[in-house]
């Protein structure tokens, strides 16, 4: 019904930059909510960046001044940009969306992406 789709992940030395992409498809009215999680190996999940709809945006403190979370110019569409990235930046990076409005649909849906993987090492 709607699909996140991701892309931009890879490996790349420290210090350098990545930009991830996530594109929410579907008949979808509105999304409150667009955001990137990461999970990094052996840990819990945590939050990154999110980006309301009326453009507030939110960051974790241990990304704060290196990365940038930004809506795109295609509709539902949601970029984070990394810089200066760190080793322990390394995980895989999860879109979400929340609070999505589906037409013909009841209530609302929230919705997770398959992830994509950032390696960050030298």
């Known amino acids: 019904q709607v699909q996140l789709v991701e892309s931009g992940g890879g490996l790349v030395q420290p210090g350098g930059s990545l930009r991830l992409s996530c594109t929410a498809s579907g008949s979808i009215l509105s999304i409150d909510t667009m955001g990137w999680y990461r999970q990094p190996p052996g840990k819990q999940r945590e939050l990154v960046a999110t980006f309301t709809r009326w453009g507030k945006t939110k960051y974790a403190d241990s990304v704060k001044g290196r990365f940038t979370i930004a809506s795109g110019n295609a509709k539902n569409t949601v970029y984070l940009q990394m810089n200066s990235l760190k080793p322990e930046d390394t995980a895989v990076y999860y879109c979400?969306?929340?609070?999505?409005?589906?037409?013909?649909?009841?209530?609302?849906?929230?919705?997770w992406g398959q992830g994509t993987l950032v390696t960050v090492s030298s």
């Open positions: 979400a969306a929340d609070r999505i409005v589906v037409r013909d649909t009841q209530g609302y849906l929230d919705v």
